[in-house]
C-alpha cells in the first residue's frame, strides 16, 4: 500500500461514514472539500464560531504500544481533542489527523484497528474525518488529533471568566484513569474479552471487571460530548476546561486564566469505589489519585449560585458533583479536610517536569 | 522551563506579533479565544469559507537536525502549510503547532530559534498563532502545523474542477528543492553567512551563492500566498495543487481529482540555469529534478483558455510558466519532448514506497 492508496482508502472509510451518521444528525454547515484536496474546506453556519483543538500523542510517553490496541489509540487520539471541544461548552463537527508510522506499523492490521477506532466515535458524534497528513517515523508512532468544533456566536465557555462566589462542579468521578495507568505500570493488562463484560460494575462483578474498567478510563476516556453542549447552549457554565493534568493542575489553570482563587471540599471529590477498593489493597491513595491524577477528561466547570438548581442530575447516564466555591484571588487555590485548609498545590501531569 | 511557563512564553511571543501585523493588514474575521484554553474560537466573516490544513515533520524522514537550522524549521513547518492554503486559492489566517521534542532539546536554544522562524513568516502574512500542543519524545523531534485559512464563499479553488483544453501552469521554476537536496545528501551545507548574500543569484553570484540559493529552496521554502491568492479570488484558476511530491505526482493527483488526462511540454518546464549548471557537474539531470523531485512548493494551476491573458506577469516577483494543456481523461498523463511523447509516470516523493 502506498501512501495514495492510503489516502483514498481512508477517504472510502470516511466517505461511508458520513453516510452513516447524516441519517441521524442534522447539520446546516458543510463540508465543500475534504479528504483528497490540499485542505478541507467547510462552510459554518452564519451565528456560528469555529473552535479548533489539537492534541498530539507520541509513543512510549502517552501511551506504550504494547499496553494498549490499536481502535483505543484511535479512540483516544479523537477523544481527547472532542474532550477539549466539549471544555468550550462546543460541538465537535470536524476533525483531521496527522499519523507517523514506522514502516512495519504502516504494513501492519494497525492502520485498519487505528480507524475502526476513531470512526466508532466520530460516527457516534456525526463528526467526519475531513483531512489530515501522513509521514513515516523511523521508529517510533506518532498521532497529531485535530477537531473543528462549532458553537453559537458568543457562547464558547473560556476558561477565564470565573467569578467569585460560582461554585466549582466535575462531571462523572475522578482518579480512575490514574489508577488504570498505576496499575499497566504494575503489569496489568486488558482482559481479551473486555468487550464482553457489562458497562456498569458494581461490587458484585468482580475485581477483573474493576481492572478492565479503570484500565479502559485510562485507555479509552470518554469524553463528557453531552455536558459540555448543555453546559454551553444554556450558558450555565460561567467557565469550563477538561481534566486533563489533573484536577489541582487544571484548576490552576482555571483560576489563573480567571484572576480568582478557589477552596476545593476534599470529601465532596467524587471518587468511585472501584478506586478506594483497589487502591486499599495496593497501598494508592485515591484522594491523591483524584486530586493531581491526570486524564480523566472529567469537566471541571463553574456555575453563578443562581445557575446550580438548572443544571440537570444526569446527562449520558453522567453525573455531575459540587466540590468547592471560586473565591477572590486573594484567597488562593486551596483544599479543606473536615477543619484543616491547606494549599492546593498543581500536582498534575508535566511533560517536562523534574 | 515547564510546559506551562513555556505555553505563557509563546502566547508571549503570539501577542507580540499580532499586534505588529495588525496594523499592517486588516481583517474583519475574529479571534475570540487563542493560546491558553482548551481550543482556540475564530470567528468567520459572513461570506467566508474555512480551510483547514495539516503537515506533519518528522526528524530523520522530513528533515536532519544536523543538516538544517531551528529558525529554517520553524519557517518551513509553517511555509509548507501556507502553500496548502494558496493552493486552496486562500489566505491563511491562524495558526496552531503541536510540537514533540526530546527533554535536551526543550532545554536548549532551539526552541526560541524555531519559533523566531516560525513568526518570522507568519508576521509577514499577518498570521496568528493561536494554540498548539507540545509533548516530550524519547528522541526525535516531531512537529505538526495546523494552518487555518479563509476565501469567499464558493471561491476555494480545488484540485477536481479542471477541464479538457484548460492551460496548464507553474509558478517559478521547478527542481530547485531536490537539487538542494541532493546537494545536502552529498556533505553541502548552508554558508554560516548565508543570510547576507545577496538573494537574486546570477551566473557571477558565484557557486557558493548558487548552493545557498539551491540549499534554501530546501530548507526554506516560500509559499505562493501572493499567487494562491491572486488566483482564488479573481477565480482565474480552474483547479490547482501545490507540488509537494513532485510535478509528475502532483500532476497525477489533479488529473485524478479532475477526471482528466494532460499534456506536458518537457521544453517549457521552468529549470532555473542554477540547477541546470550545477547538475551539469555532478551528472544531475535537471528535468527528473524538475519533474519527479519534491518539495518545491510552487502552485501547478489550470487556466481557461480565454483567461490567459487575465494572468499577471508576475505575483511578488515569482513569474508563472504555461508548461502544457489538459486533455480528455482517454489520452492519459503525457510529457513530449519534440517530437516524442510517452507516458508521465509519477515519480515523486512518497512517505512508504519501496
Not at 35 to 40: H, P, Q, R, T, V
Not at 156 to 181: H, N, Y
Not at 306 to 317: H, M, Q, S, Y
Request: a negative charge; proline letters at 4%.
Amino acid at each position: 500500500m502506498n501512501e495514495f492508496d492510503f489516502i483514498n482508502k481512508v477517504r472510502g472509510w470516511a466517505a461511508s461514514r458520513a453516510g452513516a451518521s447524516s441519517s441521524l444528525i442534522t447539520h446546516h454547515s458543510s463540508l465543500l472539500a475534504g479528504i483528497g484536496d490540499d485542505a478541507a474546506v467547510v462552510r459554518a453556519d452564519s451565528g456560528k464560531d469555529i473552535l479548533v483543538s489539537t492534541d498530539l500523542l507520541v509513543e512510549d510517553i502517552d501511551f506504550c504500544r504494547d499496553t494498549t490496541r490499536p481502535e483505543l489509540l484511535g479512540h483516544k487520539a479523537l477523544a481527547v481533542s472532542f474532550s477539549d471541544i466539549a471544555a468550550m461548552g462546543a460541538r465537535p463537527r470536524w476533525a483531521l489527523i496527522a499519523i507517523g508510522l514506522p514502516k512495519e506499523i504502516w504494513n501492519s492490521e494497525f492502520v485498519d484497528s487505528f480507524y475502526d477506532g476513531f470512526f466508532e466515535l466520530a460516527t457516534r458524534y456525526g463528526v467526519q474525518l475531513i483531512g489530515g497528513d501522513t509521514s513515516r517515523t523511523p521508529e517510533k508512532i506518532v498521532i497529531d488529533s485535530i477537531v473543528i468544533g462549532e458553537c453559537s456566536t458568543g457562547r464558547a465557555v473560556l476558561r477565564s471568566s470565573a467569578e467569585p462566589g460560582d461554585q466549582i462542579f466535575v462531571t462523572g468521578f475522578l482518579g480512575e484513569a490514574a489508577a488504570g495507568l498505576r496499575l499497566i505500570e504494575r503489569g496489568a493488562r486488558l482482559h481479551p474479552q473486555f468487550e464482553q463484560q457489562p458497562d456498569d460494575l458494581d461490587a458484585q462483578a468482580g475485581e477483573r471487571h474493576s481492572i478492565d474498567h479503570l484500565l479502559l478510563r485510562h485507555l479509552r476516556p470518554e469524553p463528557r460530548v453531552g455536558w459540555g453542549l448543555l453546559l454551553g447552549q444554556n450558558q450555565l457554565a460561567t467557565a469550563m476546561i477538561d481534566i486533563s493534568d489533573g484536577l489541582s493542575s487544571d484548576l490552576h489553570h482555571l483560576s489563573a486564566e480567571s484572576k480568582v482563587g478557589a477552596l476545593i471540599d476534599a470529601s465532596r471529590i467524587p471518587i468511585d469505589h472501584v478506586v478506594t477498593e483497589l487502591c486499599g489493597r495496593r497501598a494508592l491513595d485515591p484522594l491523591m489519585l483524584a486530586l493531581h491524577g491526570g486524564e480523566d477528561f472529567e469537566l471541571l466547570f463553574t456555575v453563578r449560585p443562581e445557575d446550580v438548581a438548572k443544571l440537570p442530575t444526569r446527562v449520558d447516564g453522567v453525573s455531575v458533583t459540587r466540590i468547592g466555591e471560586i473565591k477572590e484571588s486573594s484567597h488562593g487555590i486551596k483544599i479543606s479536610e473536615g477543619a484543616r485548609v491547606w494549599d492546593l498545590e498543581p500536582g498534575g501531569w508535566d511533560h517536562f517536569k523534574g
